[in-house]
């Protein structure tokens, strides 16, 4: 059952350090009942106390994590089944899937796209995020072999290992060291050897089920094992089997805290088809409903990326706008005589409007006034983008130290605070810029200085 604020409260040290981020324990004990802060990071709770908050307060999908550093990958925790409940918490991871049948071109080529396709959007990183390793001989040495390869060749790669070898497993692991693979392949025949490889080395463990009951058994006898890092592999092979084993996992583990199907799951949208569009539909599905991970066949451009903008909408937080530090910012090398800007933190508005100005390679300074992620005009109605606030942050933010003009180009949907804005700033001149990002370029390329 899960705790109360209060009563995580009471087993806090009640120091008020601030050393975890948050500036009161109490603060803190609500974000962790929240599910917002992990109880770990507070520095002087007791192991006992961490241990009994900690599965008190862990999600109905445990968190499982992946690789290391700054590469690392985290899936479940998550907490709803529905996104407009709350929010989803972390994006299902895309992987591509090589085998030791394979041919070295085709494995090069995979492992090269991997590392190749990567597209930034709204100032978000989108790529693959692991890459599925099978042992598809039962042959330990070309498996290392192969294992080594992408090690070599991927600075970044998340590793799955797939193969129902326990002693493969082991070696492959062996050659990961701090990257964390996933070890994939517990089932009814190896639930034991498995179980003592994945403590032996304090690795996430997958399981592997002929159906969602046979998922069932293995799962429950590697939690009384004693293993809590789990992946479920439901052995579903078509579109319909594994929407419905995942829809059934989430409303089972959700809605009835059941502990057996509590855990993020893993799909093969890959060895469901052999169409790659057809694969890319099913990917499509496995992450709107549900999946922890889908492995793919392969990684191309024009497929990955409408899976990249699908995950990038589901698993950003509706309550959360998306927004960009308050700040100046430097376009195209600016001096003193460059014009001076200003516009809204909402990224989507942030990221046309740059683009624009740099488009133009008119050198410019752009001030992003924070307005809660609201755009322009939904920002100026709300109060958060108006002549007073905007000069306070003129005033503050140092441009006057960077240009000797007193220029002030305001979005053309702002041009009724001219007036007021001017009475703010009697030492600037207020112009009304383009309504729309699209003209910026022509206009930046007339502008000059007011006299």
């Known amino acids: ?91 299902t991871g895309i992987a591509v899937l090589i085998s030791t049948e394979m041919s070295d071109s085709d494995i090069d080529g995979r492992i090269a796209r991997f590392n190749d396709l990567r597209i930034e959007r709204v100032g978000v990183l989108m790529k693959a995020d692991l890459i599925a390793v099978k042992d598809a001989k039962n042959d330990e040495a070309s498996f290392t072999g192969l294992v ?42 190896n639930t034991d050897a498995m179980a003592a490889l994945a403590k032996d080395t304090g690795l996430p463990l997958a ?88 492995v793919l066949s392969d990684l191309q451009g024009d497929t990955l990326f409408p899976l990249f903008l699908e995950r990038l909408n589901i698993f950003t937080d509706p309550q959360r706008p998306m927004v960009v530090k308050e700040d100046i910012y430097p376009i195209n090398g600016p001096d003193e005589n460059s014009p001076v800007i200003i516009t809204c933190n909402f990224s989507l508005t942030y990221f046309i409007v740059s683009g624009e100005v740099e488009g133009s390679k008119v050198p410019s300074w752009l001030l992003i006034k924070d307005t809660e992620g609201l755009s322009v005009l939904t920002a100026w109605a709300a109060g958060k983008f108006g002549a007073d606030l905007i000069a ?26 001219k007036g007021e804005l001017e009475e703010e700033l009697p030492d600037w001149t207020i112009t009304i810029g383009p309504r729309e990002a699209g003209h910026l370029p022509s206009y930046l390329k007339e502008w000059k200085p007011a006299a």
Not at 176 to 189: K, Q, V
Not at 254 to 273: A, D, Q, R
Request: proline share 5%.
């Open 1 to 91: 059952m899960a705790l109360t604020g209060i009563q995580i409260l009471k087993m806090l040290p009640k120091t008020n350090c601030g050393e975890c981020g948050i500036p009161t324990c109490l603060a803190f004990a609500m974000k962790v009942a929240a599910g917002q802060s992990e109880i770990g990071e507070c520095p002087y709770v007791s192991d006992e106390a961490k241990e009994t908050i900690g599965e008190a307060s862990a999600p109905p999908i445990r968190t499982i994590k992946v690789g290391a550093g700054d590469s690392a990958f985290t899936m479940g925790g998550e907490t709803c089944q529905f996104r407009h409940e709350k929010r989803f918490e972390n994006p």
């Open 148 to 189: 080594q390869n992408v090690l070599d060749k991927s600075d970044d790669a998340n590793l799955i290992l797939i193969s129902d070898n326990d002693k493969t497993l082991a070696a492959g692991a062996k050659l990961c060291g701090d990257r964390r693979p996933i070890l994939f392949g517990a089932n009814n025949g």
């Open 207 to 294: 399981v592997k089920g002929e159906n969602l009951d046979d998922a069932i058994a293995v799962s429950e006898k590697l939690i009384e094992a004693g293993l809590k890092d789990l992946a479920v592999d439901t052995g579903a092979r078509t579109i319909k089997a594994a929407f419905e084993d995942n829809v059934v996992a989430r409303r089972a583990s959700v809605n009835k805290k059941y502990k057996p199907l509590g855990f993020p799951t893993i799909t093969f949208p890959c060895e469901m088809t052999g169409d790659p569009l057809m694969e890319t539909m099913i990917a499509s599905v496995m992450i709107a409903k549900y999946a922890g991970v889908v």
């Open 392 to 417: 306070q942050f003129i005033k503050k933010n140092g441009i006057e130290e960077k240009v000797k003009h007193r220029e002030l180009i305001i979005p053309g949907y702002l041009a009724t605070i």
